[in-house]
Structures are given as structure tokens and as C-alpha cells.
T-cell receptor, first 114, second 110 residues
Framework: KQEVTQIPAALSVPEGENLVLNCSFT??????LQWFRQDPGKGLTSLLL?????REQTSGRLNASLDKSSGRSTLYIAASQPGDSATYLC?????????????FGSGTRLSIRP | NAGVTQTPKFQVLKTGQSMTLQCAQD?????MYWYRQDPGMGLRLIYY???????DKGEVPNGYNVSRLNKREFSLRLESAAPSQTSVYFC?????????FGPGTRLLVL
């Protein structure tokens, strides 16, 4: 059974720093991996989706990488801003799961200090 | 274009009461989902619907029922609420791999 872990649960960094959020998964037979952002009291917004055949995806200051062999993905945020403060969740879809089931990590709550 | 909407935003129930959470999407998506999110845990899939007229169980379906009323609407029903069902419930829809989420319903069962 696929398990997705995100450590640490919370992270606080000063504004302007580059930072990396981690996501690990137990079964490398993944179909894709997504990173989501969740603001307090709101729903999730998809940030980046990496297919199993890809190594990374970029959107603006965000770069997500995928290493299936080690069961890891990272989300790199460049030049962090207070507006980046939110909870970031990763989610994995496995090859053996039915069409639309994905497994979420519990998230990393990120706080950017001005 | 409202995306995915959910009603109500917040609800308090007593143990044993029933209620229906409503979800609607205006993006003409085929697939719709219901998740619950508990503190310190990721989202867990309750039920999903791959297309109008079909539904399937997710990871935690016990105590819930769903109805895919039409392509736009997907409702979640709690027949006899229990304190363990206190949670935040999210509805989502998708056409491809990307899921679009509603703002959530906060449910407290006393």
C-alpha cells in the first residue's frame, strides 16, 4: 500500500531565502505526483504535476523534482515571499490504483517571516 | 465561472442526526470526488464518481453515501452522524489529472 510522508510538518524561514520541501513515498510504481498549496480555511490549489517519465517541472519560482528510485520528490521555492506562507501537500497516484485515486501526504506548513 | 462550490460552509450536528453536503461544479468535468481532511493527516478519499451515473468507494467510505445527481452535482450524505465524522470535507472535480477543489465544509458532530 502506498504511503506518502512529508517532513517536517512545519517550517519557518526568513523572507528571501530559497527553500526545499520534501515528500517521500514507499512504492516507486507511481503514475504521477502532484504538489498542492492550501491556504488556511481554503481548498487545495494544484501547483505542479510531474508524470512518472519526467524528472522535474517548473512554474515561475517553483521547481518540483521527482526521483522514483529513491521514492522522493522535492518542491524548491526560490526567493521566498510572505505570500508563499501556506500548507504544501504532495499527492501520489500509483499505477495499480483505479483511475482517479491519489494518496496525499499530511503536508508541510510553511511560514515566511518578513 | 465559480469552479467548485460547496454548501454549507459550516455545520454543527448532534450524534445520530443526518445531513447532506452539496457540491457543484461548472467546468463540465466528468470526475468528481469527496475527501475528508483531519488534523495532522492528508486528505483521504471517501467516494468518487468517474462519470455521471457511476460512483465508487474510496479509502474511508463507511458511514457515508453519495449521489451523482447529474454531471454538475455530487452530494455526500451522512445518515447517522458520529463524533468520528467531525472533519473538513472537500469536494473536487477533474477532467484530466489535475483536480480542482472546493472551499470545504467544516462539520462538527457533538
Amino acid at each position: 500500500k502506498q504511503e506518502v510522508t512529508q517532513i517536517p510538518a512545519a517550517l519557518s524561514v526568513p523572507e528571501g531565502e530559497n527553500l526545499v520541501l520534501n515528500c517521500s513515498f514507499t512504492d516507486s510504481a507511481i503514475y504521477n505526483l502532484q504538489w498542492f498549496r492550501q491556504d488556511p480555511g481554503k481548498g487545495l490549489t494544484s501547483l505542479l504535476l510531474i508524470q512518472s517519465s519526467q524528472r522535474e517541472q517548473t512554474s515561475g519560482r517553483l521547481n518540483a523534482s521527482l526521483d522514483k528510485s529513491s521514492g522522493r520528490s522535492t518542491l524548491y521555492i526560490a526567493a521566498s515571499q510572505p505570500g508563499d506562507s501556506a500548507t504544501y501537500l504532495c499527492a501520489v497516484k500509483s499505477w495499480y490504483s483505479s483511475a482517479s485515486k491519489i494518496i496525499f501526504g499530511s503536508g508541510t506548513r510553511l511560514s515566511i517571516r518578513p | 465561472n465559480a469552479g467548485v462550490t460547496q454548501t454549507p460552509k459550516f455545520q454543527v450536528l448532534k450524534t445520530g442526526q443526518s445531513m447532506t453536503l452539496q457540491c457543484a461544479q461548472d467546468m463540465n468535468h466528468n470526475s468528481m470526488y469527496w475527501y475528508r481532511q483531519d488534523p495532522g493527516m492528508g486528505l483521504r478519499l471517501i467516494y468518487y464518481s468517474a462519470s455521471e451515473g457511476t460512483t465508487d468507494k474510496g479509502e474511508v467510505p463507511n458511514g457515508y453515501n453519495v449521489s451523482r445527481l447529474n454531471k454538475r452535482e455530487f452530494s455526500l450524505r451522512l445518515e447517522s452522524a458520529a463524533p468520528s465524522q467531525t472533519s473538513v470535507y472537500f469536494c473536487a472535480s477533474s477532467e484530466t489529472e489535475t483536480q480542482y477543489f472546493g472551499p470545504g465544509t467544516r462539520l462538527l458532530v457533538l
